[in-house]
């Protein structure tokens, strides 16, 4: 930096403090606060406090006063309409306005199948960006408890719909803006509740106050606790399913995605760190974002605010809102405001007021749509050269397709499929049998992914294996090839590749069939597919007796011919059933419609090869009743993985069990009780003795990551962890050279899993093993926990390869202390087993490839042979 302009940045600094100092104890909640002074509005268009009596910032914004201040705004003024979108878990209200002049209103479809066009490179070339508007949508507030977005955006709505004069018509009429107010309502109003509930009348300012220390899990995220800003690309839950369609339907050129952080912290704006930024993403879009940032700064100096960027965060997973437009040809902007957390908190600049953290994302709104007015050229040509770019780099790309899927589980190769639709992916059917790659393919289960398409460089950041980098620190996952999460096999092709019909939108779930009809004698279905335990547990649960085979055999099927069925098929024998014969077979009948499922109806008990039907290598089930430890200690996140897994997914009742009702609860009525990463320090001395007492009569406790170190402190879980090499010795010390003090963090941080993929070995005939076919198992890793290989060899059903690593960052010294340790050991503890995994088979939801480890240990734990524990 030349010596002129550091001065000048060190003088704006000055200036900045002196009045940061002042600004956030002095901040009320008025409207001539908020409010640009110099700007007259419209009088018939109400302000957020003639419709909800309080001005923004008074009091935290419920979710339901939000609907009903934009609906108010959208019936009062020309320039506005509310679309709704969808609902949330708890049946909240999605919705958007979009704003722009009455005149773009008339002929908005005109303009958006225009802007649409200009992601097309068969047509972008026609248009004139010169007189075309640009888009921007405004998103506030994924996370509920950083709730000064949504405040802010009543503010927005209001200005952009009453400001009045030729400045903010022209920006109108140059703009259309998709203001989503809330992208997380149920989170929004869980800490509304929160913070309103604890507001005192003369307003506590004190860090220890109930008002600002939320209980657990706390309101960041939504109904069943995912964080809702690493869905965007994932689309597992409907507030994202909904909010992608929305995108896809407008293509925004700019996204802004309003956050909050520490209290001590300031104000941020992207960009990120660059050294971080992700390979695909362009310089053109970085060079933008920095000059949109010179308008936030800008407008913040007037202020006398404080504010950084190119620090603390990053643009390289695509799963964030402020990444995710950056892979699709927009420009995504993260804003990060120190948080008062409720109505006010002291911090490093004073008491930090919740109206002062209102106006500075309302400020940096203002100041988005201004730079958008005034670089909405080079914005809209920078959209159009990304997917001409897209498109070439497609075209000579060397491969010319992927092709994934498995005949064994078309649910799981289903929601792929739907996955890559919600993205506007184009793909098609495979229609001929192929092999590349190392892998099988066969048409009717499989699919092509032609990579001369305008979404080549989205699909590469899905599909790409990635182990080198420039930087060693992430601020979230380093990788998330979703073919590995999926567990589906795949291949990159060079060459023709067989393609039938294009799949157009999203496609139907895969029915499934009884084959020979209603049976007098047994239902077989294999584990295979994804909602075999749904299918198992609708059973189990309207007390139909089941049962699993732990030996593979063959069946002489009605139409002639012989199948074999694998360890883990599921037997219903129609004889030692008290429930009735038509309910049963109607039971099987919608597990194969509902849950893709083929069911075999056979007549014999006597089979061809293998073990009978009536064998004792058929285990006898249980139905589950499981129990998820919950509270202060578990991971909120991982305990809402769980919860959302066996609710939404499977259709199975899950108690959230309280941590302070362990040493007093009947702890009978579980069969299956799951720990999940955690420290669990305040369970008491008695509560863990019941938990010993439950395991040795027979319960199944699944431990995930570090719940693993509780279990084995209290002797539940017999395993070994492998030592921390840095940890080194007194005589070792001395060898330690001295390194430069700013480097700590660099060195430290590169020694974090922040998430990667790793191939483990799993054993087909171990119960945790039932309906995989390849014992080769991609796993996901965020953790530097390390376990032995148990004594026992037939107690490590999983453990990773000597040379794991399939993509994302890990460090040469735990990439050399994580191969060939285990990923699953069970313990035997009297009658009862501990499955003990060092990663977490649920994460973020999308992470289906290991759903069925975690399943097998609900349904299937108990079968366990004690011989193959500790």
Not at 813 to 821: A, K, M, Q, R
Request: include cysteine; glycine fraction near 8%.
């Amino acid at each position: 930096m030349r010596l002129p302009t550091l001065l000048a940045t060190l003088c704006c600094l000055i200036i900045s403090v002196s009045g940061q100092a002042q600004n956030p104890a002095d901040a009320e909640a008025a409207m001539d606060y908020y409010l640009p002074q110099d700007v007259t509005y419209d009088s018939s268009v109400p302000t957020p406090e003639e419709v909800l009596g309080t001005v923004p910032g008074q009091w935290h914004v419920r979710h339901d006063q939000l609907v009903q201040y934009m609906r108010a705004v959208a019936g009062a003024s020309d320039r506005v309409t509310l679309h709704e979108f969808g609902k949330t878990h708890e049946d909240r209200t999605l919705l958007y306005l979009t704003v722009t002049s009455p005149e773009n209103h008339s002929n908005i479809e005109e303009i958006r199948r225009d802007h649409l066009a200009l992601t097309d490179p068969n047509r972008s070339g026609e248009l004139n960006t010169e007189t075309m508007p640009v888009v921007l949508y405004m998103g506030y507030s994924i996370h509920g408890d950083e709730p000064s977005g949504s405040n802010a955006s009543m503010l927005v709505a209001y200005h952009l719909a009453a400001a009045q004069g030729t400045e903010i018509e022209q920006k109108l009429a140059n703009s259309v803006v998709i203001l989503d107010p809330s992208l997380n309502p149920d989170g929004l109003n869980r800490f509304a509740s929160w913070a309103n509930t604890h507001k005192s009348k003369n307003v506590v300012s004190d860090p220890n106050s109930l008002e600002l220390n939320q209980r657990w899990p706390g309101a960041r995220t939504n109904h069943y606790w995912f964080d809702l800003n690493r869905d965007w690309m994932l689309v597992q839950h409907p507030t994202s399913q909904g909010r992608i369609d929305n995108f896809h339907r407008w293509m925004p050129n700019i996204l802004t995605d309003h956050h909050e952080m520490g209290t001590n912290s300031t104000f941020f704006f992207q960009p990120g760190i660059q050294s971080r930024t992700h390979p695909i993403t362009s310089q053109e879009n970085q060079d933008l974002t920095k000059a949109i940032a010179e308008y936030h700064a800008d407008k913040l100096d007037r202020e006398k605010r404080l504010y950084y960027s190119q620090e603390s965060y990053d643009d390289f997973y695509y799963g964030k809102g402020s990444t995710y437009p950056d892979v699709n040809g927009g420009i995504g902007i993260l804003f990060e405001q120190g948080s008062s957390r409720g109505h006010a908190q002291e911090s490093n600049h004073g008491v930090l007021k919740f109206p002062f953290t209102i106006k500075n994302q309302f400020l940096t709104s203002l100041s988005t749509l201004e730079a958008a007015q005034n670089l909405r050229v080079d914005i809209l040509n920078y959209q159009r050269d990304f997917f001409e770019g897209s498109l070439q780099a497609g075209a000579e790309a060397p491969i010319d397709a992927y092709v994934f899927g498995t005949p064994y589980d078309r649910a799981r190769t289903h929601h792929f499929v739907e996955l890559l639709k919600r993205h506007r992916v184009e793909l098609y059917e495979l229609s001929e049998d192929m092999e590349a790659g190392g892998e099988s393919f066969e048409a009717g289960s499989a699919y092509v992914i032609p990579t001369n398409q305008k979404k080549y460089k989205f699909i590469k950041a899905l599909f790409e294996r990635r182990t080198t980098f420039t930087d060693s620190l992430f601020y979230d996952v380093s990788t998330w090839t979703m073919p590995y999460a999926f567990n589906l096999p795949f291949a990159e092709v060079e060459g023709d590749v067989p393609t039938g019909d294009e799949v157009e939108g999203l496609p139907s779930f895969p029915e499934g069939e009884v084959v020979g009809g209603q049976s007098e004698y047994a239902y077989l279905f294999e584990w295979d597919e994804y909602y075999a335990p749904r299918a198992l547990y609708r059973l189990l649960q309207a007390d139909v007796r089941a049962k699993v085979a732990s030996k593979p055999f063959e069946m002489n099927l009605p139409a002639g011919e012989t199948k074999t069925f694998d360890y883990g098929t599921v037997m219903v024998p129609m004889g030692p059933q008290s429930v009735d014969r038509e309910k049963i077979h109607e039971l099987v009948r919608k597990a194969a419609e509902e849950d893709g499922l083929t069911v075999y109806a056979v007549g014999t008990g006597l089979t061809p090869g293998g073990i009978d039907l009536g064998s004792g290598s058929f285990e006898h089930l249980e139905t589950p009743s499981v129990a998820v430890v919950s509270g202060s200690g578990a991971s909120g996140y991982e305990v809402g993985e769980v919860w959302h897994l066996l609710d939404q997914r499977y259709d199975m009742q899950a108690t959230l069990f309280p941590q302070n009702r362990m040493s007093y609860a009947d702890l009978s009525r579980y069969n299956v009780m799951v720990m999940v990463n955690g420290s669990y320090r305040d369970l008491s001395g008695d509560a863990v003795e019941d938990m010993k007492r439950w395991v040795r009569n027979g319960g199944t406790l699944i431990a995930t990551k570090h719940a693993n170190n509780w279990a084995e402190q209290h002797d539940l879980a017999h395993i070994n962890f492998v030592e921390d090499k840095a940890d080194t010795s007194d005589e070792e010390e001395s060898d330690v050279q001295p390194m430069p003090y700013a480097d700590m963090a660099n060195t430290r941080g590169a020694q974090h899993i922040g998430g990667s993929i790793f191939h483990t070995r799993l054993d087909l005939t171990h119960p945790l093993g039932y309906g995989y076919n390849d014992e080769d198992l991609t796993v996901f890793r965020n953790s530097t926990l390390f376990m032995k290989k148990a004594e026992n060899p037939y107690a490590t059903p999983l453990y990773y390869t000597d040379e794991p690593l399939a993509s994302g960052y890990i460090s040469d010294e735990n990439l050399e202390e994580l191969s060939g340790t285990a990923a699953i050991v069970v313990s035997d503890v009297g009658s009862g087993r501990v499955i003990s995994m060092a990663d977490n088979p649920n994460f973020r939801a999308f992470w289906y490839g290991t759903n069925k480890l975690f399943m097998n240990a609900v349904f299937f734990g108990q079968t366990i042979d004690g011989g193959s524990g500790n």
